[in-house]
């Protein structure tokens, strides 16, 4: 009986290279696209959070009819890149004076954190001009008050590693209060 031959279907060695060799400069290609992509999201995130707190403050203000304050961490004036907190702030000095510990913020003597921030991470820098160096406050009525005087109105600058003003945003918060983020900031930073 004769001997069919059988063919066997499948990829050759050759072609298994080709498709590999092919994959690799499409990775090659598209990885420095991927890591801007994960930097614009880190540099949103840290935006949104500092958003978020801002927003915090102003509304706790409102609701608790006290000064709540936006305090940097750390001791260098107009730099905010070690974190901050949120606490009321019964004596309207900008400075912290509760226990971190307390969880009962209905007291009306004692300030209680609301929210704490650390350091930003991966070399970002988050700056302000002279009106919000040390303190961001909101009065009962959500009113801003910065530690510097003057009008309540300035401007955070969050920039990444680069330091190069296309990869930054600024958050802007106006005499009313309000905050919004715009696009780049105009330095950096």
Do not use: K
């Not at 409102?62 to 974190?83: C, D, M, Y």
């Not at 971190?100 to 970002?124: F, H, K, P, W, Y």
């Not at 990444?160 to 930054?168: G, H, I, P, Q, Y």
């Amino acid at each position: 009986m004769p001997q069919e031959h059988v063919r066997h279907q499948g990829f050759t060695l050759i072609e298994l290279m080709i498709v590999v060799i092919l994959i690799a400069i499409g990775a090659a290609l598209a990885a420095p696209s991927f890591s801007n992509i994960i930097r614009e999201s880190r540099l949103t995130t840290q935006a949104n959070n500092l958003l978020a707190a801002i927003q915090l403050a102003r509304s706790e203000a409102v609701r608790r009819g006290v000064q709540v304050t936006l305090r940097r961490n750390g001791n260098i004036n107009q730099n905010w890149s070690s974190g901050w907190q949120v606490f009321t702030d019964w004596d309207a000095d900008g400075q912290f004076d509760g226990n971190i510990n307390v969880t009962d913020c209905s007291a009306d003597s004692q300030d209680c954190l609301l929210r704490a921030a650390e350091q930003l991470s991966d070399g970002m820098s988050l700056r302000t001009g002279n009106t919000y160096a040390t303190w961001l406050a909101f009065a009962p009525t959500g009113l801003p008050v910065g530690s510097g005087g003057g009008l309540g109105n300035d401007t955070f600058r969050l920039c990444d590693a680069r330091s190069e003003t296309n990869f930054s945003r600024a958050l802007v918060i106006n005499n009313t209060g309000r905050p919004t983020i715009e696009g780049s900031a105009q330095q950096c930073p």
